[in-house]
């Protein structure tokens, strides 16, 4: 067990819905990264905030957005969802900036 | 910018034989290294990583990894590998910056048989 919560861990939706998918990171963690996993693309880096700010950005689409919160758990929104968004996304939890990274167990996200 | 490259997307291994994985990096500042496993259906587990220091960095599992900076490599080993290590494996580079977000490799799948 990493320590990292994700939920939901499957979820099934239809074209043009939005979800929301939760990370509450390790005890003590500032920082919080996203990254989508699927057959295509691999692993990709989405989004990194730390203690509530955003300091970094990958290639994540305008139409996802994050926030972590002041009790430091993070949302990741996606909307207008498209087939190609299923995938796995992972949730990352690090004390500080550069240290070792923990990871969730995922959420699958399956667009229909 | 970094990069990883994985050199072999599936290696199948019999039981008890070893094995290497290899992982080559590009990067034009100071790495730091990771190698993950991903069991079924699970999340990503740190197996190893190298911050700095000795270039031979041993990590959970009876896994061991090698930096090698002339050739830009980090390669992941184990001298007799079980059943339970078929799985699939990244490497990743830190990225550098104020973030610490990883960039991963494809991944390889490692198939041991008995």
Known sequence: ???VTQTPKHLITATGQRVTLRCSPRSGDLSVYWYQQ???????????????????KGNIL???????FPDLHSE????S???????????ASSELTGAEA???QGTRLTVV | AQSVTQLDSQVPVFEEAPVELRCNYSSSVSVYLF???QYPNQGLQLLLKYLSGSTLVKGINGFEAEFNKSQTSFHLRKPSVHISDTAEYFCAVHG???TGKLIFGQGTTLQVKP
Request: a negative charge; hydrophobic letters at 40%.
């Open chain 1, 1 to 3: 067990d990493s320590g």
């Open chain 1, 38 to 56: 699927s057959l295509d693309q691999g692993l990709q880096f989405l989004i990194h905030y730390y203690n509530g700010e955003e300091r970094a």
């Open chain 1, 62 to 68: 305008e139409r996802f957005s994050a926030q972590q």
């Open chain 1, 76 to 79: 990741l929104n996606l909307s």
């Open chain 1, 81 to 91: 969802l498209e087939l190609g968004d299923s995938a796995l996304y992972f949730c």
């Open chain 1, 102 to 104: 923990f990871f969730g």
């Open chain 2, 35 to 37: 190698w993950y496993v």
């Open chain 2, 96 to 98: 550098s910056g104020i």
